[in-house]
């Protein structure tokens, strides 16, 4: 991943098996997400704990995330109060966020961290963008689908994309960066994991969560530009760089500045390969 350019592979691995985080940050993952919530067993909190603080003490090859557990727990506090001020967190991943005033007072015990919402209930959603909007601090919003499928009683996938398109909007309207897709959770499953990717670049995400590592290679490839793609961003470029403003080209497609930045936008995601 080159420098300014999107992440589009996130990585969760569980806090109490430091062995597979190792691997996990050689993998090729744009962002490792150390999971100290629900992959690990509430006997294994504090062990978790430890071993990621232990990892966090100086910076790792990739930028490391870690998911704490649900706010206002005990074991919430004692995350942020073990990890917030060390030298390889790049940001925490805020689990079954509700409101606003949970993000905020999470900046209280780890001022300066970035931070990432899941929202993960229908009252998350309701309250989608003024979390978004919570504080200068937060960096992105994301969805944790399984337990909003649960809260939802949604039998189908197709029921999510309500909430997904939501989610979405929420983003673009706080200004914050597009979401990643919440993880597919059959890691066998490579050709349903793309046709879903394919599915939630048209809603309008931008990279997806994943839970093992052959999972990256069709993250990557689903959210790369094609070559057409490449080409059309380029040819508008190109005819804006000649014509400033809005115009219509020799083939009949009509372009102007919303045209020409997401042009530059995948061009930004063309330069990562």
Same mark, same amino acid.
């Given at each position: 991943?080159?420098?300014?350019?999107?992440?589009?592979?996130?990585?969760?691995?569980?806090?109490?098996?430091?062995?597979?985080?190792?691997?996990?940050?050689?993998?090729?993952?744009?962002?490792?997400?150390?999971?100290?919530?629900?992959?690990?067993?509430?006997?294994?909190?504090?062990?978790?704990?430890?071993?990621?603080?232990?990892?966090?003490?100086?910076?790792?090859?990739?930028?490391?995330?870690?998911?704490?557990?649900?706010? %206002?727990? =005990?074991? !919430?506090?004692?995350? $942020?109060? @073990?990890? &917030? *001020?060390?030298?390889?967190?790049? /940001?925490?991943?805020?689990?079954?966020?509700?409101?606003?005033?949970?993000?905020?007072?999470?900046?209280?015990?780890?001022?300066?961290?970035?931070?990432?919402?899941?929202?993960?209930?229908?009252?998350?959603?309701?309250?989608?963008?003024?979390?978004?909007?919570?504080?200068?601090?937060?960096?992105?919003?994301?969805?944790?689908?399984?337990?909003?499928?649960?809260?939802?009683?949604?039998?189908?996938?197709?029921?999510? %994309?309500? =909430?997904? !398109?939501?989610?979405? $909007?929420? @983003?673009? &309207? *706080?200004?914050?960066?597009?979401? /990643?897709?919440?993880?597919?959770?059959?890691?066998?499953?490579?050709?349903?994991?793309?046709?879903?990717?394919?599915?939630?670049?048209?809603?309008?995400?931008?990279?997806?969560?994943?839970?093992?590592?052959?999972?990256?290679p069709v993250i990557e490839a689903a959210?790369?530009?094609?070559?057409?793609?490449i080409e059309t961003a380029e040819s508008?470029?190109?005819?804006?760089?000649?014509?400033?403003?809005?115009?219509?080209?020799?083939?009949?497609?009509?372009?102007?500045?919303?045209?020409?930045? &997401? *042009?530059?936008?995948?061009?930004?995601?063309?330069?990562?390969?």
């Amino acid at each position: 991943m080159t420098p300014g350019s999107f992440p589009l592979t996130w990585l969760y691995v569980p806090g109490d098996r430091p062995e597979v985080v190792a691997k996990a940050l050689v993998c090729g993952a744009d962002v490792v997400v150390v999971d100290l919530e629900d992959a690990v067993a509430p006997d294994r909190k504090e062990y978790a704990r430890a071993a990621t603080a232990d990892l966090l003490c100086e910076p790792p090859p990739v930028p490391v995330h870690v998911r704490v557990n649900a706010p %206002d727990s =005990p074991e !919430s506090t004692a995350d $942020l109060d @073990a990890l &917030a *001020a060390l030298p390889g967190l790049s /940001a925490l991943r805020l689990p079954k966020i509700t409101s606003p005033t949970q993000v905020v007072r999470t900046t209280e015990r780890a001022a300066g961290v970035p931070l990432y919402a899941l929202l993960e209930s229908a009252l998350a959603i309701e309250h989608a963008y003024p979390i978004a909007t919570a504080h200068p601090a937060l960096r992105g919003i994301a969805l944790g689908e399984a337990d909003l499928q649960a809260d939802l009683g949604v039998r189908d996938d197709a029921g999510l %994309d309500w =909430p997904r !398109s939501r989610v979405v $909007l929420a @983003a673009r &309207a *706080a200004g914050l960066p597009p979401p /990643a897709q919440s993880v597919h959770p059959d890691v066998r499953d490579l050709a349903g994991l793309a046709e879903s990717c394919a599915h939630g670049r048209a809603l309008g995400f931008l990279g997806r969560a994943a839970i093992h590592p052959r999972q990256l290679p069709v993250i990557e490839a689903a959210y790369l530009p094609t070559p057409e793609e490449i080409e059309t961003a380029e040819s508008v470029l190109k005819a804006a760089a000649t014509h400033p403003g809005a115009q219509a080209l020799p083939d009949g497609r009509f372009i102007d500045a919303a045209v020409v930045a &997401a *042009a530059h936008r995948t061009l930004t995601l063309a330069r990562r390969t």
